[in-house]
């Protein structure tokens, strides 16, 4: 799923067959609401850093952006 117009959570449950699970990263506004048939089977769950060990992961960023390999200014908007 596309994630640059930031799709509310429901579109995900639209995009995803019962018993599936969905990682919500970045979600924008929250929706005035959700109908509880739309979550139904579903697994939604929020994601920040993943499972990583912020020791290890952010030097190892730090490398791929001075390598020009992960240039995290462009994900940076105003």
Do not use: H, W, Y
Not at 23 to 47: C, D, H, M, Q, Y
């Amino acid at each position: 799923m596309a994630t640059s117009a930031r799709p509310p959570p429901s579109c995900s449950a639209g995009a995803t067959r019962f018993g599936g699970s969905v990682g919500l990263v970045g979600v924008g506004k929250p929706e005035p609401s959700v109908t509880i048939n739309a979550l139904a089977g579903r697994t939604f769950s929020g994601l920040v850093e993943g499972d990583t060990v912020p020791q290890t992961f952010i030097p190892q960023l730090i490398a791929l952006n001075a390598k020009g390999d992960f240039p995290f200014d462009r994900l940076i908007t105003k």
